[in-house]
Every structure is written in structure tokens, then in C-alpha cells.
């Protein structure tokens, strides 16, 4: 461990600490707290949407999987990219002019029923929890790395950190954040790409012919086709749906278009994000190679059984100490900045949706509602620790991805059918979340990344299910049991259709107009 390590590191901590300092002194409200008091523009909005979606995954997880596997590590930047159209065309524009601050409201915005609400909250809260072990497993693996603590310990720290930025300085300190991580990470992953075209001579002809001669026993196919890990089709093509959909479905991501003032804000910081997270995917193609040409894969595993730290490696492979220093730092306030929003999506979810509408009836004020928040993303915190040491051994861009596979399966069939379908009723609605998330987890329970004869998962038995991302299977049974739902009970008024399509297109409530 060099001095320049920890100096970098305590620069990165101390500018955080310090924009939380500032920011805790404008949060003031729920809405501060909640939605930095809706006042970003669309470039900081979409600068700290950037911020948010780069995450632990992206830089450490995506760098890793493409080192150990090629093509079949650049599906996860393919899916991740593709799935801002999702979002984009269906989902931003309503979102914004339905809700308040989660996405229950938006969903509540038609259904006024409690259970609605509270089912919305809990699908909410289970894919925070999944993306939260993602961030805090790289955070630990990069810390144990650096400063030779033990995993468990680094995993503490970061939470302590996380937890201090949400509890003080609110949604302002943690979209700050998210914008100065995210222009550092962008600076490091160009610098490094720089340095790999720079060693191949920018001959990117050079890189891919290279890249062909990669092999190993693992190996079940070429490194730069589909298919190295020996997975089926099959398998793929149910991680780019997980991949494709659930991005419209994050509650963290959904939540930062309630920091702007109106959806054509909303729309722009869409384009914004796109536009910086579209360079940023392509780019992981040069952190993935440059690790495979200049790294070995023994010495990639012997790191992090995962491949999450051939980032770092490569770095200080390229740079020596100053550029590993520097890109670790920023991969640690990646993780900062995203298990920050992290934790605000989902003590909204429990403080707003369940404790203040479902349990206190709406009849809440501002100070209990602050305080239920404060302690809800406390709690998130400390379950998210708990889960985090268990899952060490986990590639942290394969548990987004589960993540994403319950948003696409719980949370997108809700969505789509409460803006475009007129006969969704609030039947269809509690049972497409419920069927959605449950179909998700229990196939992933029983699937290989939980159940392994050889031990390497939770549980030692051959896993039931045959794939490693259930998303084939549970989107498609999210969308039926909303569709199923709906029929099983009585057309409900259509009234409440209409104000939410009027709504949704321009944020103008019918019954407010009617007053």
C-alpha cells in the first residue's frame, strides 16, 4: 500500500464529505430530501443519472467479465446501453408528470388502494437490496485489494459512508456526488483507454487480432464469440432481456426524474445520460482487452475470483501507482455515489409509501416523515452489510443484472399497463408486481448461482432451474399475471384512465382543471 493510495483516497472521502456539508444545510424539506427540491437542470440530471448507472458493475464488473470471457463479458455493456430507449420513448415523460417522488406514486396516481402502493414499495426495496450487494461487494474487494483490510471490514466501512451521505445531505449531496463521480470516471476509463490503444499502437485491427489468439481451458469457445463460458443461447438471450427492460423499472433510476421541474427536463437529461453512458459502454471494450492482452487471467483471478479488479490491475499495469491510485478512488466513489441513491430509493419507498401512505393514512408531517426516512435508510444499510459478506465470491455486474431481472419482471408490466391499458385495474396491478417478483426470486433461488453440486454457491446441490437470469421466464409471467389479473375481477371506471393519459402527456391534472 503506497502513501499516493491513501492520500487519493482520503482527497476523494474529504470532497464528499465536504459537498455533504454544504448539502445538509439545503435539505431543509422531504422534497430536499427526497428530490433536491426538483431543481436540477437536464445536463446535471443527466450527468448524475450517469453517475448513478456507472456503477460498481459497469467500471469493475464489465472490465472483469470481458477480461476472463470476451464477448460474453460485452453482453452486459450491450444490454446496458440499449436499455436508455426503454426508457426514453416509454417511461420518463409519464413518470415524471405522474409522480412525487417513487414509483409508487406514479403507479398510485390510478389505483388509489393501499395494498397497490405497499406491493409497489416492496418490489421497490427488494431491487435496491439486489443492487446494493453489487456496489458493497466490489467496495469490498477494491478496499481488501488496496489496504490488505479484511473483506468484511471494508464492507463496514463503505456502509458507514453510504449511510453518512443519504442521512445528512439527502438526494442534493448524493446527486453532487454522482456528478463529480461521474466526470472523474469518464477522465480515468479515457486515460486508460488511451494507454491500451497507445500499446497496440491505436491499430484497433491489431487489438481484435490479439484478442483472437486468447485462450484457455475454461474456454468453451472462441474469446471473441459468443459462447466462452459455455452457456446456452438460451441463457444469453435471458440476460439481455433482464438487461433491455429493467432499466425502466430501477427505482433508484426512476426516482431521478423527480429532481427536475417538468418532463421535457425529464426527457433532456434522458438525452444526456444516453449520450455520456453510450461513450462510456463502448469504451469498456479497451478496459476488458487491455486487461486480456496485459494482465494474465491467473493473475486477474488471484485478485478477485470474480474478475472485479482488472480495472485497478490494469491500471497500475499502464499508469504504475499514480493511475491505480486514481482509478481505484474513483471506483471507490462510484460505489459511494450508487449505493448513496441506493439507499434513498429505498428508505423513500418504505418511509413515503409505507410508513406515510399505507400505515399513516397520508397523515404524516414533514418531521416524522424525514425522521421514518432516516431510519429506513439506516436499516437498508445494515441488511445490505449482513447480505454483502455472504456474497464475496459473486460477479458484481451478474448480481445487477438479478437486480434488473425482478425491475423488468415486477415493476415495468405495472408501468407500461398503467399509462397505455384502459382496462388495467388494480387486481391486475397487485398481481402483476407480485407475480413479476416472486417468479424472479424463486428462480433464481433455484438456479445455478445459488444452488452448485461443486459448492461454489449458497447451497451445494444441483440448482432446479437451468439458467443463471430467470428474465426469460419472469417478464413474460409479470406482464401475464397483470394481464391475468386484470380479467379475473370487474372493469373499474375509466374516468381515472383518462386523467392519467391527460396527466402522464402533460403533467395537467382533469380534476384540477375541472376546479
Known amino acids: 500500500m503506497s502513501a499516493t493510495v491513501i492520500v487519493m483516497f482520503l482527497v476523494f472521502v474529504g470532497a464528499t464529505l465536504v459537498i455533504t456539508y454544504f448539502a445538509s444545510k439545503r435539505t431543509n424539506s422531504t422534497k430536499d430530501f427526497y428530490t433536491a427540491g426538483g431543481g436540477l437542470t437536464g445536463w446535471q440530471n443527466g450527468l448524475a443519472i450517469s453517475g448513478d448507472y456507472l456503477s460498481a458493475a459497469s467500471f469493475l464488473g464489465i472490465a472483469g467479465a470481458i477480461a476472463l470471457w470476451g464477448f460474453d463479458g460485452f453482453f452486459y455493456s450491450v444490454g446496458y446501453l440499449t436499455a436508455y430507449l426503454v426508457v426514453l420513448y416509454i417511461v420518463a415523460e409519464p413518470l415524471r408528470n405522474l409522480g412525487k417522488y417513487t414509483v409508487a406514486d406514479m403507479i398510485a396516481a390510478r389505483f388509489e388502494l393501499k395494498k397497490v402502493r405497499a406491493f409497489a414499495a ?25 489496504f ?18 443519504v442521512l445528512f445531505g439527502g438526494m442534493t449531496a448524493t446527486s453532487w456526488v454522482q456528478m463529480v463521480k461521474a466526470v472523474l470516471l469518464m477522465i480515468g476509463t479515457v486515460i486508460i483507454s488511451f494507454l491500451v490503444l497507445l500499446h497496440f499502437n491505436f491499430n484497433i485491427f491489431s487489438m481484435f487480432g490479439e484478442m483472437k489468439n486468447i485462450t484457455a481451458p475454461e474456454f468453451k469457445g472462441e474469446f471473441l464469440n459468443p459462447g466462452s463460458q459455455g452457456v446456452s443461447p438460451l441463457n444469453n438471450i435471458s440476460l439481455m432481456i433482464a438487461l433491455l427492460f429493467g432499466t425502466a423499472g430501477l427505482p433508484h433510476i426512476l426516482m431521478r426524474f423527480f429532481t427536475v421541474k417538468d418532463a421535457k427536463t425529464a426527457r433532456s437529461s434522458v438525452m444526456w445520460a444516453t449520450w455520456i453512458i453510450g461513450i462510456f459502454y463502448i469504451l469498456t471494450i479497451f478496459l476488458g482487452f487491455g486487461a486480456a492482452a496485459l494482465l494474465s487471467r491467473e493473475e486477474i483471478i488471484a485478485a478477485n475470483p470474480a474478475g472485479n479488479m482488472a480495472a485497478p490491475l490494469l491500471a497500475e499495469r499502464l499508469g504504475g501507482d499514480l493511475l ?20 434513498l430509493s429505498g428508505a423513500s419507498a418504505f418511509a413515503h409509501d409505507i410508513y406515510g401512505q399505507v400505515i399513516k393514512k397520508g397523515e404524516i408531517s414533514e418531521q416524522q416523515q424525514m425522521l421514518a426516512a432516516k431510519i429506513a435508510a439506516f436499516s437498508v444499510s445494515v441488511l445490505s452489510i449482513i ?10 455486474a451478474f448480481l445487477v443484472s438479478l437486480a434488473f431481472c425482478v425491475a423488468a419482471s415486477a415493476n415495468l408490466p405495472v408501468i407500461v399497463f398503467t399509462i397505455f391499458w ?29 444452488m452448485d453440486p461443486s459448492g461454489a454457491a449458497f447451497i451445494e446441490m444441483s440448482p432446479v432451474f437451468p439458467l443463471d437470469n430467470p428474465a426469460i421466464i419472469s417478464v413474460p409471467a409479470g406482464f401475464l399475471g397483470a394481464f391475468l389479473g386484470t380479467f379475473l375481477r370487474k372493469q373499474e371506471s375509466v374516468e381515472k384512465y383518462r386523467e392519467v393519459q391527460v396527466k402522464a402527456a402533460t403533467g395537467i391534472s382533469t380534476s384540477d382543471v375541472s376546479h
Do not use: E, H
Open 122 to 146: 416492496l418490489s421497490s426495496i427488494t431491487i435496491v437490496i439486489f443492487y446494493m450487494l453489487a456496489q458493497l461487494v466490489g467496495a469490498g474487494a477494491l478496499i481488501q485489494l488496496l
Open 148 to 165: 490488505g483490510i479484511p473483506y468484511t471490514v471494508s464492507v463496514i466501512i463503505v456502509g458507514i459512508m453510504m449511510t453518512i451521505y
Open 324 to 343: 491505480m491510485s486514481f482509478v481505484a478512488a474513483v471506483a471507490f466513489a462510484t460505489i459511494l455515489a450508487v449505493v448513496a441513491g441506493l439507499v
Open 387 to 396: 447480505l454483502a459478506i455472504f456474497a464475496q465470491n459473486q460477479n458484481v
Open 422 to 450: 384502459k382496462r388495467f385495474n388494480t387486481a391486475g396491478a397487485i398481481t402483476g408486481i407480485l407475480t413479476g417478483l416472486f417468479a424472479a426470486l424463486i428462480l433464481v433461488i433455484l438456479g445455478p448461482n445459488v
